[in-house]
Nanobody, 124 residues
Framework: QVRLVESGGGLVQAGDSLTLSCAASGRTFSSYTMAWFRQAPGKEREFVAAISWSDGTTSYADSVKGRFTISRDNAKNTVYLQMNSLKPEDTAVYYC?????????????????WGQGTQVTVSS
């Protein structure tokens, strides 16, 4: 049984930094892609960033490129999302998700397993 547990959310001011963590368990993830999505109130869930567990290849949404960094710690089975220069429009519930195979997919429907989400609120 795959389990993803996010942590690290909170209330910060614009310009601050925050790091989210996603602890994964339940199987060997070497051939999986791990991703972060977010969903703001009244909006659809959107892709933020993804990383290939096997070789560390990364992919970012244009809205976060240059500000957010996704990384992984294979020994801890944990994926991180370092968020810098946060903006009020980054306010959302952030979800960790995983799928077997290619990193190129960005639709939530193409991810099989999800965490419960962690709230990030950025005040202006």
């Amino acid at each position: 049984q795959v389990r993803l547990v996010e942590s690290g959310g909170g209330l910060v001011q614009a310009g601050d930094s925050l790091t989210l963590s996603c602890a994964a368990s339940g199987r060997t993830f070497s051939s999986y892609t791990m991703a972060w999505f977010r969903q703001a109130p009244g909006k659809e869930r959107e892709f933020v960033a993804a990383i290939s567990w096997s070789d560390g290849t990364t992919s970012y949404a244009d809205s976060v490129k240059g500000r957010f960094t996704i990384s992984r710690d294979n020994a801890k089975n944990t994926v991180y999302l370092q968020m810098n220069s946060l903006k009020p429009e980054d306010t959302a519930v952030y979800y960790c998700a995983t799928r077997y195979g290619s990193i190129r997919y960005r639709s939530p429907a193409q991810y099989d397993y999800w965490g419960q989400g962690t709230q990030v609120t950025v005040s202006s």
